[in-house]
């Protein structure tokens, strides 16, 4: 047997599906594509989470568009976070080219123009859904891994939400937070210590220096009211189709926090709230998460722990994770040993550094009998990739040199009319763009300070008023007694007295 025929014979044989698949292209081999090699992924395998890596350039976001467009069109919603922004036009179809023609008659796989239906999310002033989180739906727990807290640091913010939830003090956005982190060590320091120990003002002088830093990075419009419900990422259209949720994060690139405080919060709220699943024919949501070195390089290690604990367990839930950036390292191992579906794109070798970082990724890929991985690597062209993903039954497939089929939908962004078009039409807008701000813990403590002032006025005056009279009265009796002397000095019976006895002593 050539080594073509056993080649074919090998990848169809492994990535045969009983189930539904999604069709990602055909099988390589020095340079030659085999149409009759097919890289299917199992739609029920897409809840083990996956990466999409790449040097730039080399079709990684066209790579998700794939995914993501396919997913819909199975009744998957999908989240993606488009940080680059030019992943709109997955909401139009494509126009078609002379090039996707080429491409899929090399695949021998039909080329179908669709769009999905598509809703645009936004952490910011840009257009879109407004997507905001309250500071009690973070807990002291997270909220303090966030923040990256010391343990003493997390004891107080944990005293704070205790505080709050016994004096019905609800906590919603940041000045909340604030001026309860004040209360504690000004007007509220007696009654605070008395049952719940005493707190440091240092302590609480640095946490408040922590939440000043997060909200210069737009914290801010995040924390706060109408909260996003997590369920609302799983509608579908009538004819069945998952939604894409599209979240614009082109304005927060150099804000990783505030994107990787949103992450958290998102996965954590998902996790809490999605019931347990099983094992399902297909996932309930597939995450996105593009340029996700921009979570973890500057995530603290309290952060990437919870991160790496709600990637093992969200998968139960019925929800897939996907990591798109540039190279597998970016990448924490504990998380990257999660990864079910690896989609590997050419890396380039300009530096020793990048030479060691190609060596390094090769070796997170099975090795095969067909490719040397590390030349491989460098070797492949735009819109082709090295695909190791996972059978039905949950086993590793072989590593397979792919070429890619094109997107169903247009790949380039939407114009602005055509973005305010999709923001016009939605229903989420409508639901979640309507700002709130209710009496909370800010408004509460504030007239509780002010009644206290006001007491505190009156007393000094009820004082001031006793004080006075006292004064007064004093003043009063003294004269009183003055004037009965003077009185009796004057009156006519003593006068006379007087003048009799005189008289005696002149005689």
């Given at each position: ?304 722990d919870q991160i790496e604990s709600i990637v093992k367990l969200i998968r139960s839930k019925g929800v897939g994770l996907y990591f798109v950036t540039q190279n ?180």
């Open positions: 047997m050539n080594t073509s025929k056993k080649f074919v014979d090998h990848i169809s044989s492994e990535y045969n599906t009983k189930g539904d698949y999604i069709y990602l292209g055909a099988g390589m081999l020095d340079e030659q594509v085999f149409a009759d090699a097919p890289v299917k992924i199992p739609l029920k395998t897409m809840n083990r989470h996956g990466l999409i890596a790449g040097a730039t350039g080399t079709g990684k976001s066209k790579t998700l568009q794939i995914l993501a467009e396919n997913l819909s069109q199975k009744g998957v919603p999908v989240l993606l976070m488009d940080v680059k922004g030019d992943l709109s036009g997955i909401a139009k179809a494509s126009e078609g080219a002379t090039f996707i023609d080429e491409r899929h008659e090399k695949l021998g796989f039909p080329f179908t123009p669709d769009a999905a239906p598509v809703e645009m999310l936004s952490l910011s002033e840009q257009d879109g859904v407004r997507l905001r989180a309250t500071v009690s739906e973070f807990g002291p727990v997270l909220l303090s891994r966030i923040l990256d807290l010391n343990d003493t640091q997390s004891g107080i913010m944990a005293i704070i939400f205790k505080y709050c939830d016994d004096n019905q003090l609800p906590l919603l956005d940041l000045k909340d937070l604030k001026k309860m982190l004040q209360y504690t060590t000004e007007e509220g320091k007696e009654e605070i210590s008395k049952e719940y120990g005493r707190i440091s003002s240092a302590s609480t002088g640095a946490i408040l220096r922590k939440i000043i830093a997060l909200e210069q990075q737009g914290a801010e419009q995040f924390f706060g009211e109408k909260s996003f419900e997590v369920n609302d990422l799983l509608r579908k259209t009538s004819d069945g189709k998952g939604y894409v949720n599209i979240l614009r994060l082109t304005d927060i690139q150099d804000r990783p926090k505030l994107f990787s405080t949103f992450m958290l919060s998102l996965l954590a709220e998902i996790y809490s709230t999605f019931p347990e699943k099983g094992d399902m024919d297909k996932p309930e949501l597939v995450l996105f998460i593009d340029e996700a070195h921009l979570i973890f390089d500057e995530a603290s290690d309290a952060l990437l597998p390292a970016d990448v924490p191992e504990e998380v990257l040993g999660q990864l079910g579906l690896k989609i590997q794109h050419a890396l380039r070798a300009f530096t020793a550094k990048d030479r060691k970082a190609i060596k390094l990724a090769a070796e997170n890929y099975p090795i095969s009998e067909f490719y040397d991985t590390k030349n491989m690597l460098t070797s492949l062209g735009i819109g082709e990739a090295m695909v190791s993903a996972l059978d039905e039954k949950g086993r590793p497939s072989p590593l397979v040199a792919t070429m890619l089929r094109a997107p169903m939908s247009r790949m380039d962004i939407l114009s602005d009319s055509e973005l305010r078009q999709i923001n016009k039409n939605s229903e989420l807008a409508r639901k979640y763009n309507e700002e709130i701000d209710r009496e909370s813990a800010y408004e509460i403590l504030n007239k509780k300070i002010e009644e206290a002032d006001r007491e505190e006025a009156k007393q000094q005056a009820k004082e001031q008023r006793e004080k006075v009279t006292k004064t007064s009265s004093r003043r009063k009796s003294g004269r009183s007694r003055e004037g009965a002397i003077i009185k009796v000095l004057t009156s006519a019976t003593f006068i006379r007295g007087v003048m009799g006895i005189l008289n005696k002593f002149l005689k």
